[in-house]
């Protein structure tokens, strides 16, 4: 079954249900069944697969053919229950067996295609629904706010969780400001919130910007936080 991490999909169930209770429970029910069957078919189908197909960590081109195959059908699954097709591609993520060597080597198949075509494509898509009238009027502040709550947040938290594990705190703080990088994976998040029309675009582009900001500021508060470590001996030196 899902992950408690993965609620997103029963969020995505509600959205879907337009008709009311009705809908909203055929949807969850055919998501559950789709996940055993995901879970207590396919993924011992894969593990026997890759005993068979993947040997010393190198993918067959059967195996590797088979998991593309199991992925569009899992994705078209999930668009035939009304929900997103990345809802079945991230289930067939996590049902694969957790070996380093079978991640570097759908890495080194999928990577090249995947950062070459496909993710200019998907930042274009993403520019396409944003909004210029994001900022106007109230909207700076908004996204101020949303700037101050998604950094303070993660980076307080993520301090907070490192300090009471025993670091220092500069450490700490280095915890917290990698916590704060969203990375793609929040681009996703959010671009399948505007597909199901869960936001808008104003609420979109704002989120958007959000997370561009909070990871590319990680490098910049790594640096200042190893620049001041390296300083500070000769600070303790001169006192």
Do not use: N
């Not at 809908?23 to 593990?47: C, E, M, Q, T």
């Not at 570097?104 to 520019?127: Q, S, T, Y």
Request: glycine share 12%.
């Amino acid at each position: 079954m899902p992950s408690p991490g993965s609620c997103w999909h029963w969020v995505l169930a509600l959205a879907s249900a337009g008709g009311g209770i009705a809908d909203f429970l055929r949807i969850s029910g055919g998501l559950a069944v789709f996940a055993a069957i995901v879970f207590g078919v396919r993924k011992p189908a894969y593990a026997w697969l890759l005993r068979r197909q993947a040997h010393e960590g190198e993918l067959s081109d059967m195996a590797f053919a088979a998991m593309l195959i199991g992925l569009f059908a899992c994705a078209m699954v999930a668009e035939w229950l009304h929900l997103h097709a990345t809802v079945g591609a991230f289930m067939v993520g996590i049902c694969l067996p957790r070996d380093d060597r079978l991640l570097h080597a759908l890495e080194a198949r999928i990577k090249p295609l995947a950062v070459v075509v496909l993710l200019p494509v998907f930042f274009a898509l993403a520019g396409l629904g944003t909004s210029a009238d994001a900022f106007a009027g109230a909207g700076l502040g908004a996204l101020a706010l949303i700037l101050a709550v998604a950094m303070l947040g993660k980076i307080v938290g993520g301090a907070a969780g490192a300090r009471m594990a025993g670091h220092d705190w500069r450490d700490s703080l280095a915890t917290g400001s990698l916590m704060k990088a969203r990375g793609l994976m929040e681009l996703i998040v959010i671009k399948i919130g505007q597909d199901a029309g869960l936001i808008g675009p104003a609420l979109f582009t704002m989120l958007l910007v959000m997370a561009l900001v909070t990871t590319a500021a990680t490098g910049p508060l790594l640096s200042l936080l190893a620049a001041r470590r390296a300083a500070a001996p000769q600070v303790g030196s001169r006192s």
